[in-house]
Structure formats: structure tokens, C-alpha cells
């Protein structure tokens, strides 16, 4: 049976919109944002730094770099939240331990992140990288952790938490998301523990 024009235009509009509508949403989620820096406070002189790009749609990344904050706290670190842009210092002083929230775009971290650690010299600072995805992350994992053993960074250690895919198999019935900064928060506590003196 023949497709009727009609329906074949409207189905043709369609895909077009959704081209362009992919082709947008893939420049708008890489745009830099601009510099922020909070202080989220925290007990105890020794101060963290978490660096993180802020994602767009279903504010992610930031649920992840809101989660190791509190990792950080819960080892007595008091902490800092920036955004990494143009006017990110490439060299952030007094912070004992510094991490990296990014987000996949393409199996890549996302371009400001990359853009930024181009730039930075974190030597003498260990760096945690967090990888936030729908569930492939796996190159881009690898990518953020060459990027920050780029920096000079004294140790580099690196994890990837999904939107999608399970973050924890064992804990079937919690929600996926919330595993997801449970784990962070853990990631980032026990990385102070053991990177820090
Ligand atoms: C254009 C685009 C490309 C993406 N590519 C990947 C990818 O290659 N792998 C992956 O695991 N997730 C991918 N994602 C999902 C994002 O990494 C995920 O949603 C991210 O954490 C951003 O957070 P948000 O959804 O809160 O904005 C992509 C999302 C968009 C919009």
C-alpha cells in the first residue's frame, strides 16, 4: 500500500525537527557557563575544591558535585564548588584535594571540562574525576583521567556514575539516580581518607 504525500510530509517534518532539535540540544549542553564559586562550608581548616561543568536537562552533574561536597564533609574538609570557564584559575590555591564532575557528550567529557584542564597545573594536588552519563562512559572515563594526569595532578583516581544504566546491581529496588549520589558522596569520603595525610 502506497504512503499518502501527506502523511510522508508530515513524517519528513518530523525527523527534520528532530534533527535540528539534536543538533541544538548538542551545542546548548556544551556551552560554557559562567564562573561561580560557593562556599559550601564544612568543619576543619583543610579545604576541598569540587570543580564541575553544570549540566543542562536533568541537572546531573551538579546533583553529583552537590553529593561529593558532602563526601568531602564527611571527612572534615571544609569545601568550595566552582564552575570550570574561562575564568576558572588554572592553578587554585590552598585546596588539599581537588575533583572534577563532568558529563558525556558523544563518549567524550564534556568541552568545558577538557577546555579547563588544557589549562590547569594541579601538581602536588591529588584529583578525583567523576564521569556522569546515561551509561557509556567508558572512553570518556579514560579520557577525563589522562586529562587530569595531564594536569601535574599527584594521584588521579576516577569513576563513572549513570543516569541509565544500574549504578549498583545489588540494590535493584532503590532508585538508580539516588544510588548514584549515595555512591559519589562515598567515593569522595573515602578518596579524602586515603589520599589525604
Ligand atoms: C548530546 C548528548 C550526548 C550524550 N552522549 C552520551 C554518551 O555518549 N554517553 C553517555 O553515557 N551519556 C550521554 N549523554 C547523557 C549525558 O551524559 C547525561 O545526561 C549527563 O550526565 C548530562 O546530565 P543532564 O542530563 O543532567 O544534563 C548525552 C547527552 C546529550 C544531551
Known amino acids: ?67 561529593v561536597a558532602r563526601g568531602f564533609q564527611d571527612a572534615h574538609l571544609r569545601v568550595d564548588r566552582a564552575t570550570m570557564t574561562g575564568d576558572t584559575p588554572p592553578s587554585p590555591a590552598g585546596y588539599a584535594i581537588i575533583a572534577v564532575v563532568s558529563n558525556t557528550y558523544y563518549w567524550t567529557p564534556d568541552r568545558p571540562t577538557l577546555r579547563y584542564l588544557r589549562r590547569a597545573h594541579l601538581e602536588g594536588t591529588p584529583v ?26 599527584q594521584a588521579v583516581e576516577t569513576r563513572s556514575f549513570w543516569l541509565l544504566r544500574p549504578n549498583d ?23 579524602a581518607h586515603k589520599l589525604l595525610p
Do not use: W
Not at 548538542?26 to 559562567?34: D, F, K, L, R, W
Open 128 to 153: 578525583i574525576g567523576l564521569m556522569a552519563g546515561a551509561g557509556s562512559t567508558g572512553r570518556a572515563e579514560r579520557i577525563l583521567a589522562e586529562a587530569l594526569r595531564a594536569t601535574g595532578a
Open 1 to 67: 500500500m502506497k504512503t499518502p504525500p501527506m502523511l510522508r510530509q508530515v513524517a519528513g517534518i518530523a525527523a527534520f525537527a528532530a534533527v535540528v532539535f539534536v543538533m541544538v540540544e548538542s551545542v546548548i549542553v556544551q556551552v560554557e557557563a559562567g564562573y561561580v564559586h560557593e562556599q559550601l562550608g564544612g568543619c576543619g581548616p583543610v579545604r576541598a575544591l569540587v570543580l564541575y561543568h553544570p549540566s543542562r536537562d536533568a541537572r546531573f552533574g551538579d546533583d553529583l558535585s552537590l553529593a
Open 169 to 191: 546491581e545489588s540494590r535493584p529496588h532503590e532508585s538508580n539516580r539516588a544510588l548514584a549520589t549515595d555512591l559519589a558522596q562515598s567515593f569522595a569520603a573515602e578518596a
